[in-house]
């Protein structure tokens, strides 16, 4: 208990950062995942290419490279400086968009052929089909695999404490400078990852029931 | 003054052709649907009349010659195609209502989306629609709650929210359990009596006997006969139609 108490603005700062980085790509690789899926489904040959393109490279690059790209080759670039918070935010987004892209694009193929039939028969547009019909369906189905992902990116943040970032991952280094009981200090940084995972099974458990009734 | 120029018909089909592969579905398809008519398409299963319905709104995309509908080439894959569909109208055999809507909500969805009409003006005439098909009671309930037969005519009753020029019906009862296919063959008779033009690829004689003005029948991706439904009934002149029809007819 003491390494927590002593360390409390410690604690409370990392995993605040931690829950800033979570949420920003959070909200950015939904984003991205969903358009990429919906590029890896369009008719049109060019975007298909350029979303398989895109799940191919980053999802099989590992995540530490997509860090260090941020930090040492992307500034090379000189395109917008970015401080290693943003550098965070990005690397994250476009390392988890593409594992969100598979998991959005599992759920397209889930909804039946006919759904897209009817749209079109009825004068839907390819994206109002998309987002009318086909992605609320798709969503539904694939409400599990697309919060363990999320879970993932938010374990994932750690590592950009290793890139000049103070979120929860740093709170070891600072521990260990410090002489303080490692063993205490990290079950307590473990814990409250487990207390920041409960609220999103619970969001899953809410959507699942709720979406269950409705159809 | 000019003279006025004749009415275009409403389907128009030069020179069809359609390979699924090696397969060669439709064979040279010839045909013409005046307006207000109704036609019944018949044959034996895998005989092209179901691909044949799908070509008019370009469900199913031709290898060859032309399709018109209301004076107007089918254009490519876009905007404008999915303009021209919003006046086509399709029921099909699995009748695909969006699972995740509630019935009054999948007979607005196109109105709000495609023709812009205000979501109060589109519910009104959604539940007028469903109470002409008999089941506005059920407008809040989500399709997997409803029978097959009300399941079919909410998807009628979606299609027509559209105000369609023609409307296609792709073996609409053929999924149903037998004690409903009369409710949505009542709803589909009542409709070909207000003038509405049809193509109904359906296995049910007795719709294309009372409600047809005209029988095409199909096989091996052709049109074999092309006649009125009591010429067509008391006397097929083709070999495949009369063995057809005698498959049928006896049981």
Not at chain 2, 109 to 120: E, Y
Not at chain 2, 212 to 227: C, H, K, N, Q, T
Request: charged share 20%; net charge positive.
């Amino acid at each position: 208990m003491s390494v927590l108490s002593t360390y409390s603005d410690l604690f409370l700062r990392a995993f605040g950062t931690t829950i800033q980085l979570f949420l920003y790509s959070a909200v950015g690789s939904l984003v991205l995942g969903t358009l990429l899926a919906m590029l890896r489904v369009s008719p049109v040959p060019v975007f298909r290419v350029t979303g398989t393109a895109y799940v191919t490279l980053v999802r099989n690059t590992p995540l530490t490279l997509v860090f260090f790209f941020f930090a040492f080759a992307y500034p090379l670039l000189k395109i917008v400086r970015l401080d290693p918070f943003q550098g965070a935010v990005v690397a994250l987004t476009l390392y988890t968009s593409a594992f969100i892209c598979e998991v959005v694009r599992s759920g397209i193929n889930t909804v039946p052929v006919g759904q897209a039939e009817a749209s079109r028969a009825l004068g839907l547009t390819f994206g109002q089909m998309l987002f009318s019909v086909v992605l609320p369906q798709a969503m539904r189905s694939v409400v599990p695999p697309l919060v363990s992902t999320l879970i993932a990116l938010l374990k994932n943040t750690t590592i950009a404490a290793g890139f000049s970032v103070s979120d929860a991952g740093s709170i070891s280094y600072v521990l260990s400078d410090e002489g303080a009981n490692m063993l205490v200090g990290l079950s307590w940084v473990a814990f409250c990852f487990v207390l920041l995972v409960i609220p999103l099974t619970l969001v899953q458990r809410a959507l699942e029931k709720r979406w269950s009734v409705a159809r | 003054m000019t003279a006025p120029t004749p009415a275009p018909p409403m389907i128009r089909m030069a020179g069809v052709d359609k390979f699924f592969g090696p397969l060669h579905v439709l064979k040279e398809i010839t045909l013409e649907v005046p307006k207000g008519q109704v036609v019944v398409v018949l044959g034996p299963s895998g005989s092209g009349k179901s691909t044949l319905c799908r070509t008019i709104n370009r469900l199913e995309p031709v290898d060859k010659g032309t399709i018109e509908v209301d004076g107007q080439p089918l254009p490519a894959e876009g905007k404008e195609l999915a303009r021209l569909r919003a006046d086509v109208g399709m029921v099909f055999q699995s009748f695909n209502l969006f699972a995740h809507k509630s019935i009054v909500d999948n007979v607005m969805l196109a109105p709000v989306k495609v023709r812009r009409t205000p979501a109060a003006q589109a519910r009104k005439t959604a539940m007028e629609l469903l109470e002409r098909v008999g089941i506005a009671n059920q407008a809040e309930k989500y399709p997997a709650q409803l029978s097959g037969g009300q399941q079919q005519r909410a998807a009628i009753a979606r299609a027509l929210a559209m105000r369609p020029k023609v409307m296609l019906f792709d073996e609409p009862t053929s999924a149903l359990d037998p004690e409903m296919v009369q409710e949505v063959l009542d709803v589909m008779t009542t409709l070909a009596k207000e003038g509405m033009t049809m193509l109904v690829v359906t296995h049910e004689m007795g719709f294309a006997r009372k409600a047809a003005d005209r029988v095409l029948f199909m096989a091996d991706g052709e049109i074999v006969e092309d006649s009125t439904p009591e010429a067509f009934f008391s006397a097929p002149k083709s070999n495949r139609a009369k063995d057809f029809l005698g498959k049928i007819l006896t049981h």
